[in-house]
């Protein structure tokens, strides 16, 4: 496989991953509790549609569609977003574990992009590397932002009483058990 398939494939992966974000950022910015946070949700969206259309331009400049590929690492990374928003935590922690959620999408989106930028500059693109990098540029901000705004609330959230424990929904014993699963498996080969 030539490189420029590898380059299109992966881009095709991030295009897909942004389309992704753009639906999820309103739910991330609606079910946030503290306004910073939410705040933050909302100007990424902004920032998320700059960057489609920063990859509409790169699939331009390479003669190529950017459609055709679903981004299933994005759809899982996502998926543990809704389920930060569904958990009974109060107050700060609540927000927490969305953060958690945003930080993992966000660096999920900088590993893309510092990919597909190494294999740009393997194929001498430099107006795609451009393009690119104001993307990665935006994803590291918004890393370093949903960062600084976790902080005060983490110290907040160890201030807080543990909650009662109350009996797993059926999403959690599945959870639980396909973590045992995943251990079980793993432990033969450590």
Do not use: W
């Not at 909302?42 to 331009?60: D, I, P």
């Not at 194929?123 to 393009?131: A, C, F, M, Q």
């Not at 009662?164 to 793993?186: I, M, Q, R, V």
Request: charged share 35%; glycine share 8%; net charge neutral.
């Amino acid at each position: 496989m030539a490189l420029k398939t590898v380059l299109l494939d992966e881009l095709r992966d991030m295009y897909s991953a942004e389309n992704q974000l753009v639906k999820a950022l309103p739910k991330l910015a609606k079910g946030a509790k503290d306004k910073a946070l939410k705040a933050a949700f909302q100007s990424h969206l902004e920032e998320t549609k700059g960057q489609v259309l920063r990859l509409r331009s790169v699939f331009a400049l390479l003669g190529e569609k950017p459609t055709g590929q679903h981004c299933n690492g994005m759809e899982g990374v996502i998926e543990e977003g809704a389920d930060a928003l569904e958990k009974d935590e109060e107050g700060a922690s609540f927000d927490v574990g969305i953060v958690g959620a945003a930080l993992r999408t966000e660096h999920y989106e900088i590993a893309g992009y510092e990919a597909c930028i190494a294999m740009a500059q393997g194929l001498g693109e430099r107006k795609i590397v451009s393009l690119l990098t104001a993307n990665l540029r935006e994803e590291l901000a918004a890393a370093k932002k949903i960062t600084k705004i976790g902080v005060p609330l983490i110290r907040r959230s160890s201030t807080e009483p543990e909650p009662e424990p109350k009996p797993k929904t059926g999403k959690e014993k599945y959870s639980a058990k396909k973590s045992k699963e995943d251990e079980t498996k793993a432990s033969r080969d450590l």
